[in-house]
């Protein structure tokens, strides 16, 4: 029985080929690799183009076939997101499919649900889209394939279908995102920071033991001449190897597809290719988009929406929260209780060395002598706090005992360090890490070159992760303002927010707003600090800012913002607004509407730049309350590297 809404229609098609090269070579071009703008000699003149759109609330995507060739294309407002880019698949035997296609049939549906996340940006998440899916045959081979794409008013998304039965070895996945004039895309690798460049002029980077060439990590941001935003994310990634994206030689407004052979950080064995059981579909490529900044950043949800849905039956014993890492001693693990109980934060964590020098000690179930771990676990139970442990990947070679082991010692979460994501092997591991860790109710943090797919929907166990240049390494506040348009936008970021160091290149409150305007659900605060530093609080006017701030949040609205220059965010919890604002070296001030608020009043909490010091970190904090409306405009002033946080309660 045909659903509703499809129907089947044959069209005629003609015969092109690509090669995919990797390595170095992965750039080598379309023309090189056989799929060029010109039709190829073997296209027959009679061949008709084929297009079907799928279109909501003013975005577009549209798959198209011309002399056989498989394309696709996006539009917000009738302006070009993405222009007319390859779309295939290559096999281990050097069948291309999407260079010499018909199409066999042709689906639609339009679908709207309401679904509400463990904890997140929003209390409920809309997932609203139509999509258009067609079933294709390779003439050469007879292979039947699909491609499956949607619209959504915050974005496009597409993916691939595998349809017959039995196997398939993919060697390499030929989609492409050709970019309008005058793009520019910022490209990170990594942990490095974030480059600003045109598209043809990603940096090489890697090692001979590493991917290699002009490849830039996801999210990537593109921002475009006409003043639209993009952002490239994946999402739904099983059984497939991560995707990265490079420059094409030749082709200076194209990005192509690169599926990872090695892992991030070269560890482990050389995957050229990726076997699968079919009928198969590929992770979503999602080009989540904003008409401004500050619109692109309140549609990242748009991965989420991807995701396979939560796989958990129980989640009421997943806690988002706030973290303190403990000195390596018994005495630092009690006084961290204590500390957390009075800032009002819901664990402490161990870190590298609990159990021994990480690289050299694949034991982790014995603390070191210092440690008296029972004592530490016991005691913070009884005060309402959960403990951490961090785990070296070299000491996961039997992740089902050691999280059992884990959960009867009454530790309630890992961060897993120096995970090496990339191919597909590692992709099923990090993913049967999150379902082994949730077996035993354990949280899970994952930690180095490890990057989002939407995962924290179907395992919300798997709570964070890094794959992001964090303030432990103290970035400059250019670096800071990109990364809510950029590696956010994929999901959520343990990024160790620094207060009062004097390392740090921005102002304290700049810090504060992090909080704010960050995603993390899991927020580790303090980050070199210990609990004496802040033995007189009045030396710390921003304490209660951080005693106060959640994680997880009912509302979210970014209410203002510029790639690597600006943002501003107002999220709620409950009735209470918080809004965190953050400028780049540039002192700045941004007028900012407060008609999110409710009726009523509201008393304001404002934690602001004072007069700049000598550097950053000197720019003392002050504090100030005053009465609005929802009809007020709040100035935010904030000095160069700068930042404010409001706290805005009913009065």
């Known amino acids: 029985m045909r659903a509703s809404g499809e129907r089947e229609e044959p069209t005629a098609g003609s015969a092109s080929r690509r090669v995919v090269l990797k390595g170095a070579a992965a750039t080598a071009g379309l023309a090189a690799a056989g799929i060029g703008t010109a039709p190829s000699a073997s296209a027959a003149g009679g061949d008709r183009p084929e297009s079907v759109t799928a279109r909501l609330g003013g975005t577009s995507i549209t798959l198209s076939v011309t002399h056989g060739r498989l394309r696709w294309s996006a539009r917000r407002n009738g302006t070009t997101v993405i222009a007319a880019s390859a779309l295939g698949l290559r096999l281990e035997d050097g069948t291309v499919l999407g260079g010499d296609v018909r199409v066999i049939r042709e689906r639609h549906r339009t679908r709207r649900t309401t679904w509400t996340p463990v904890y997140g940006r929003n209390a409920t998440v809309t997932d609203h889209y139509r999509e258009q899916r067609w079933d294709l045959r390779d003439r050469a081979s007879g292979i039947r394939f699909g491609v499956q794409v949607r619209s959504y008013r915050t974005g496009v998304a597409l993916r691939y279908l595998l349809l017959d039965q039995g196997t398939a070895t993919i060697a390499d996945e030929l989609t492409t995102f050709v970019l ?30 590493t991917d290699n060439g002009p490849l830039t990590d996801l999210p990537l941001t593109a921002t475009l001449s006409d003043g639209l935003i993009a952002c490239v994310c994946e999402a739904s990634r099983v059984n497939y190897p991560r995707l990265m994206l490079g420059s094409v030689p030749g082709e200076p407004n194209t990005l192509a597809a690169f599926l990872m052979e090695h892992t991030a950080r070269g560890t482990g064995p050389v995957e050229t290719t990726t076997t699968v059981t079919t009928p198969f579909a590929t992770p979503w490529r999602a080009v989540v ?9 309140d549609n990242a949800e748009l991965v989420l929406d991807l995701a396979p849905p939560n796989a958990l039956p129980d989640t009421s014993w997943i806690k988002p929260g706030k973290v303190f890492r403990c000195e390596l ?3 630092a693990g009690l006084e961290g209780v204590d500390f957390a109980v009075a800032r009002g934060l819901e664990y402490i964590e161990y870190d590298a060395g609990w159990y021994g020098p990480e690289f050299s000690t694949p034991d982790a179930t014995e603390p070191i002598a210092a440690i008296d771990l029972p004592s530490v676990i016991s005691y913070a139970t009884s005060q309402g706090i959960g403990v951490f442990l961090y785990v070296n990947r070299l000491a996961l070679t039997d992740a089902d005992s050691l999280f059992g082991l884990y959960k009867s010692w009454g530790v309630q979460g890992i961060k897993l360090g120096f995970i090496n994501d990339g191919t597909r092997t590692m992709t099923d591991q990090i993913i049967d890490w999150a379902r082994t860790a949730a077996k035993y109710e354990l949280l899970i943090d994952m930690h180095d070159d490890v990057r989002p797919f939407g995962c924290e929907r179907t395992y919300p166990n798997w709570i964070s992760l890094e794959g992001v240049r964090g303030n432990e390494q103290f970035p400059t506040a250019t670096h800071n303002v990109t990364l809510p348009f950029a590696r956010n936008i ?22 504060m707003a992090m909080a704010a305007v960050y995603y993390q659900p899991l927020n580790f605060l303090f980050w070199y600090d210990k609990p004496s530093k802040y033995n007189n609080p009045a030396n710390w006017p921003g304490l209660p800012w951080f005693n106060a ?45 407060l008609s999110f608020l409710g009726s009523g ?15 950053p970190y000197r720019t003392p904090v002050v504090v100030s309350t005053r009465t609005v409306t929802r009809d007020d405009t709040l100035d935010v002033a904030m000095a160069p590297a700068g930042g404010q946080a409001v706290v805005l309660r009913p009065s």
Do not use: F
């Open 289 to 297: 988009i904003g008409a401004t900044h500050a619109e692109l950043v």
């Open 329 to 331: 001693s018994t005495a």
């Open 549 to 593: 701030v959640p994680v997880t949040w009912d509302e979210s609205r970014t209410l203002a913002g510029a790639i690597g220059e600006y943002i501003a965010v107002a999220r709620r919890s409950g009735s209470d607004w918080y809004l965190g604002a953050m400028t780049d070296e540039s002192s700045r001030t941004l007028s900012l509407p």
């Open 180 to 209: 309008p004039d005058g793009t520019t895309v910022y490209s990170a690798r990594d942990e490095n920071p974030y480059e600003p460049v045109a598209p043809g002029a990603i940096p090489v980077t890697g090692t001979s033991t």
């Open 601 to 615: 009043t509201y008393t304001a909490t404002v934690y602001a730049d004072g007069t700049p010091g000598t550097s």
């Open 490 to 511: 994929g999901g959520p970021m343990d990024y160790t927010i620094c207060y009062g160091q004097s390392r740090d290149k921005t102002t304290n409150a700049h810090q």
